[in-house]
């Protein structure tokens, strides 16, 4: 039976999907990466083939994420694109009809505008964290609530208490000068979610037009409260993918399943062993030219495998 690998290494989470011809996931995974991309990713493919056929066959991969490029030169990867096009797939792959992506992550947020099935418009916010997963788990951590219990409660909330989301540090303090006004633990967590909603459409969303259908993806789509409060802001309905988390992963690997039944061919995947080798990252300053480029190189049992960095694209080798 064939199947294709689908990875996403990001900065909080790497992801890893399994996928058969017919679109029927046989496996899923979220980990966190922990800053140790090469070790989660090792670990997630040893976890996941273990839970697969043995007899199954990979017939191709493809990798996203910002950890893409290594990634892609660990395990061979036979497609490598963006977020935002392994996203968009993923969606259109759940949902043809699908209109607006709305994509939290842990430290990044994108929107995406497609428009019968083609992507016409997106954004990311990549410069300030105050509209992302990582930002929740921080005061979720502060008030001493687990994170999954956050949306939960941010649904028992009887008033609305308007905080400060443009940025974190204003967030926390207007969050503390709240708590000491005497307001209930649920409406603070309720006003958080509807800041972080608002934050979103104002930076990320602006000047987007936001139709229906709308998928909510990435890890924060877990949080219910998030999701209401961007219902009550768009006035329509908001949808969860069932693998909501995995999104990326899972359109890396429809990516992989076109480009192979397009090229025809074998894969360039390496196998589940590439889980037993040694792998080392190191860089170093290119100084033929001003711009003064950091290249990076990935090394496999000591052979560089990979590199790249350069803006000219002097050292940079996606197969060696």
């Known amino acids: 039976m064939k199947a294709y690998l689908g990875i996403d290494v990001g900065s909080v989470s790497t992801n890893i999907v399994i ?4 679109n029927n996931v046989l496996a899923s995974l979220y ?3 922990r800053g140790r991309p090469i070790e989660a990713l090792q670990a997630g493919l040893k976890e996941v083939a273990a839970s697969i056929p043995a007899h199954l066959q990979i017939a191709g991969v493809g990798a996203t994420g910002s950890g893409r490029f290594l990634a892609g030169v660990m395990v061979g990867a036979d497609v490598v694109k963006n977020e935002i096009t ?5 969606a259109s792959l759940v949902q043809p009809n699908v209109q607006t992506v709305l994509e939290i992550g842990g430290q990044d ?9 083609v992507v016409t418009d997106f954004a990311m916010n990549t410069v300030c964290a105050a509209g992302t997963g990582s930002f929740l788990d921080q005061q979720a951590a502060r008030l001493g609530i687990p994170i999954q219990e956050f949306g939960q409660l941010a649904l028992k909330s009887a008033s609305s208490v308007r905080i400060a989301g443009r940025c974190t540090v204003f967030a926390e303090s207007d969050m503390i000068h709240k708590q000491q006004m005497g307001h209930r633990v649920e409406d603070i967590i309720n006003g958080l979610c509807e800041a972080l909603v608002r934050n979103y459409l104002n930076n990320v969303g602006k000047g987007k037009e936001i139709l229906p259908p709308i998928l909510f993806q990435g890890g924060v789509a877990a949080n219910q409260g998030i999701k209401a409060a961007f219902e009550r802001a768009l006035g329509h309905d908001v949808q969860i993918p069932k693998y909501y988390n995995v999104m990326g992963a899972l359109g890396a690997a429809q ?3 076109e480009e192979l039944n397009r090229r025809g061919g074998k894969t360039k995947f390496k196998g589940f062993d590439v889980t037993n080798l040694s792998y080392l990252t190191r860089s170093f300053e290119c100084n033929s030219c001003s711009n003064l480029c950091e290249i990076v190189e990935v090394l496999e049992n000591d052979a560089v495998i990979g590199r790249w960095g350069s803006r000219c694209g002097k050292w940079d080798i996606a197969d060696l």
Do not use: C, F, M, Q
Request: charged share 25%.
């Open 19 to 22: 996928v058969t011809e017919d």
């Open 255 to 257: 990516l992989a399943k």
């Open 86 to 90: 392994a996203h968009a797939v993923a």
């Open 31 to 33: 980990l966190r990466t």
């Open 109 to 117: 947020s994108k929107i995406i505008i497609l428009r019968n099935g």
